[in-house]
């Protein structure tokens, strides 16, 4: 089975004259699916074509969940700019809110106990630090990497860009090694290890005007482009992955309409990797007491890399799990 998320529309006018580059970023062009964090570029038309498939019935067969989770895991939600993924969770998810700290909330049955049931929504990445005279960006991170070398992950590869405009693809450079090797620290010295702070990010402009002409300003989100690739036996393949597919557990349960035994909360939260998870306390706060909480996770293979991969099987059984647990089985 083939699984693809839905392709949404793209500023033009963004690439280079130089054909290797407009090839390159033709081919993001072709297999993103991120609309904007702030604008849900094209949202609207995929929400549509999504609930025509999600059948608002118990959860029968591993569709929703599979759908659901390819769904998520092609958009980004860097902390603190989590709106377009909640944005489509307030869609996909009957009777969902937004909460004043932006978590998007769903309360299920009624009377006691009350129990809360949250999931993750947001990922480390990045803002755009500067943009240079001759239209290249720089970059800032945004929260703590969880590995050494995970700005590496940028070097060369495939990014998005997401501005007033919408999503604009770009590309990870650095200055050329044959031009700069060895000029750091003098000769013999080695070269600095790769980093955010001596990062550049290319959209094919060749000057700041050309840069904000496609909508890109200081601290617009940016990250590493989402393809996700179903492999194997129900393998799925993206970064962060594990917390997308736990929300597409999570989100598929709700969808099935369980028979609640008393009231549960369904939560996905923003600004988890604040040092306070500042979205799930707040939630705590505005919503609880609760009796229980419950916050479930997928395991991972190749975590905190581009290929991080969950089992679709382990995010269906997820699933499955949560409905038994909210029917109080």
């Not at 000057?207 to 617009?220: C, F």
Request: with cysteine; charged share 20%.
């Amino acid at each position: 089975m083939k699984l693809e998320g839905a392709l949404n529309p793209h500023p033009r006018g963004w690439a280079r004259r130089d054909a290797t580059l407009q090839c390159v970023l033709a081919r993001v062009l072709q297999h993103s699916a991120v609309p904007s964090p702030r604008f849900g570029v094209g949202t609207a038309t995929a929400v549509t074509l999504l609930l025509s498939v999600y059948p608002a019935v118990r959860l029968s067969t591993q569709t929703s969940v599979d759908r659901l989770a390819v769904r998520l895991a092609g958009m980004t939600a860097v902390t603190g700019l989590e709106q377009a993924m909640a944005d489509t969770l307030l869609t996909l998810v009957p009777g969902s809110a937004r909460d004043r700290a932006g978590n998007v909330t769903v309360s299920l049955g009624k009377g006691t106990p009350k129990r809360l049931v949250a999931c993750a929504l947001d990922e480390v990445g990045y803002v755009v630090g500067n943009i240079t005279p001759d239209g290249y960006l720089t970059l800032r991170r945004v929260g703590a990497p969880p590995t050494a070398l995970f700005d590496q992950q940028l070097e060369g590869q495939r990014v998005m860009v997401f501005g007033a405009r919408g999503a604009v693809p770009g590309v990870g450079a650095v200055k050329s090694t044959h031009l700069t090797r060895g000029r750091a620290g003098g000769p013999g010295t080695p070269d600095p290890v790769f980093t955010v702070d001596n990062a550049y990010v290319d959209v094919g402009a060749t000057s700041a005007t050309e840069a904000r002409a496609l909508g890109i300003d200081v601290l617009d989100p940016v990250a590493a482009a989402k393809r996700p690739h179903v492999y194997g036996d129900r393998l799925l393949a993206a970064p962060v992955v594990g917390r997308r597919a736990t929300c597409a557990a999570l989100a598929a349960a709700v969808q099935a309409k369980p028979n609640v035994k008393g009231t549960v909360v369904a939560a996905f939260t923003v600004r988890s990797l604040y040092a306070t998870k500042a979205g799930f306390q707040s939630l705590v706060k505005l919503q609880g007491p609760f009796a229980e909480v419950k916050e479930p996770s997928l395991t991972a293979r190749y975590a905190d890399t581009p290929v991080e991969t969950v089992a679709l099987k382990d995010a269906d059984a997820l699933a499955q799990r949560l409905i038994a647990w909210m029917e109080g089985r």
